[in-house]
């Protein structure tokens, strides 16, 4: 079946600082790979998605790289604000089917 | 536009209470899901409807679950009866078409309390 890891979190981090959250997958066939960020209290959001090997979603100064080879697609952000607080969830759809399958989310603190 | 909306945000019953979560879809959309967010067992999807259909119900974890979509604009999902187990926040997310191309759009979720 389908899965996705995730680093555990909380992730707290000074604004300015760099941002990783890692994200592996275990798929059948070739997912397309999503990152979803919720705040307090809100839904999830799409914040980006990749649907195949070596392509880079992007959105809001984050980033994240379909690797195949390593089966990841981990975010990254040059610089976090505060704003970015939130907890981020990684993703994945098979085929064209419907069902994501989510990892556990990471929650992300960023402090002035 | 209007997101997904569902309703109540907050609810806070008995145990044995039958509970009635309900979800409007964004306009035109055709897919409808519903999703249980617990700490321990994270985001699960419980069932997803096509054009007012249950496809899968395959995540509803067992028969004091129901959910039904009467028209596209309407989706209800019921427990009864509601136990202290199934505490959690419920979201219901809409998508234009079917496949990794069309975003699910989630609403901001009902956070039910079952004392």
């Known amino acids: 079946g389908n899965s996705v890891t995730q680093m555990e979190g909380p992730v707290t981090l000074s604004e300015e600082a760099f941002l990783t959250i890692n994200c592996t997958y275990t798929?059948?066939?070739?997912?397309?790979l999503f990152w979803y960020v919720q705040y307090p209290g809100e839904g999830l959001q799409l914040l980006l998605k990749a649907t195949k090997a070596d392509d880079k979603g992007s959105n809001k100064g984050f980033e994240a790289t379909y690797r195949k080879e390593t089966t990841s697609f981990h975010l990254e952000k040059g610089s976090v604000q505060v704003s970015d607080s939130a907890v981020y969830f990684c993703?994945?759809?098979?085929?064209?089917?419907?069902?994501?399958?989510f990892g556990t989310g990471t929650q992300l603190k960023v402090e002035l | 536009d209007a997101g997904v909306i569902q309703s109540p945000r907050h609810e806070v019953t008995e145990m044995g209470q039958e509970v009635t979560l309900r979800c409007k879809p964004i306009?035109?959309?055709?897919?409808l899901f519903w999703y249980r967010q617990t700490m321990m067992r994270g985001l699960e999807l419980l069932i997803y409807f096509n054009n007012n259909v249950p496809i899968d119900d395959s995540g509803m974890p067992e028969d004091r679950f129901s959910a039904k979509m009467p028209n596209a604009s309407f989706s209800t999902l019921k427990i009864q009866p509601s136990e202290p187990r199934d505490s959690a926040v419920y979201f219901c997310?809409?998508?234009?078409?079917?496949?990794?191309?069309?975003?699910?759009?989630f609403g901001d979720g009902t956070r039910l309390s079952i004392l």
């Open positions: 997310a809409s998508s234009l078409r079917a496949g990794p191309n069309q975003p699910q759009h």
């Open positions: 993703a994945l759809i098979t085929g064209g089917g419907n069902k994501l399958t």
């Open positions: 798929a059948t066939g070739y997912p397309s």
């Open positions: 306009s035109g959309h055709d897919y």
